[in-house]
T-cell receptor, first 114, second 116 residues
Framework: AQSVTQPDIHITVSEGASLELRCNYS??????LFWYVQSPGQGLQLLLK??????LVQGIKGFEAEFKRSQSSFNLRKPSVHWSDAAEYFC????????????FGAGTRLAVHP | GAVVSQHPSRVICKSGTSVKIECRSL??????MFWYRQFPKKSLMLMAT?????????EQGVEKDKFLINHASLTLSTLTVTSAHPEDSSFYIC????????????FGPGTRLTVT
């Protein structure tokens, strides 16, 4: 069965510093991978997605993610964090079968210090 | 675009009453909609999946008689929490998938339910 692990529950970075959020997935074939962001009390917004092709994916708000099959990872990165990036970040993998639902990781809460 | 709305954004109801939450896809047709529940500082828990014109598919452990889901049209799904109790208080989020989409889901802003 597909699963997603986000090892870091909480991360704090200084504004302007670089950021990397980790995501590991478990899936036999080529996965469909997503990163979503959730601000407090809000729904989820899609940051980026990977289906196939170039393993380095660019998303909105200056985020990018790299798919590494050998490491079963899809880490999210941003070169310079802004205070407005403070939020909860969820990695998800598509699960085939039925209605093709998404399997979410536990999430990583990002705090940004001025 | 792919905008999903939810109504209401916040609702307070008394224990024993029922409350209905609407989820609408505003600018696309959603053949499949999903309902999630999110506890504080936790991830999303999928409750059920609904397809237009058919019965919802509930995840294991979710009471289908308590959480009634109706997907009446290609742009509207409703979740009714029946005989609500304080333990039903939570953040409920819906999402919708386009007809041509395989996995990508578009999320609503969520509904905060408080049962007193």
């Amino acid at each position: 069965a597909q699963s997603v692990t986000q090892p870091d529950i909480h991360i704090t970075v200084s504004e302007g510093a670089s950021l990397e959020l980790r995501c590991n997935y478990s899936y036999g074939a080529t996965p469909y991978l997503f990163w979503y962001v959730q601000s407090p009390g809000q729904g989820l917004q899609l940051l980026l997605k990977y289906f196939s092709g170039d393993t380095l994916v660019q998303g909105i708000k200056g985020f990018e993610a790299e798919f590494k099959r050998s490491q079963s990872s899809f880490n999210l990165r941003k070169p310079s964090v802004h205070w407005s990036d403070a939020a909860e970040y969820f990695c998800a993998v598509g699960a085939y079968g039925g209605y093709n639902k998404l399997i979410f990781g536990a999430g990583t809460r990002l705090a940004v210090h001025p | 675009g792919a905008v999903v709305s939810q109504h209401p954004s916040r609702v307070i109801c008394k224990s024993g009453t029922s409350v209905k939450i609407e989820c609408r896809s505003l600018d696309f047709q959603a053949t499949t909609m999903f309902w999630y529940r999110q506890f504080p500082k936790k991830s999303l828990m999928l409750m059920a999946t609904s397809n237009e014109g058919s019965k919802a598919t509930y995840e294991q452990g979710v009471e289908k008689d308590k959480f009634l889901i109706n997907h009446a049209s290609l742009t509207l799904s409703t979740l009714t929490v029946t005989s609500a109790h304080p333990e039903d208080s939570s953040f409920y989020i819906c999402s919708a998938k386009k007809r041509e989409g395989q996995f990508e889901q578009y999320f609503g802003p969520g509904t905060r339910l408080t049962v007193t």
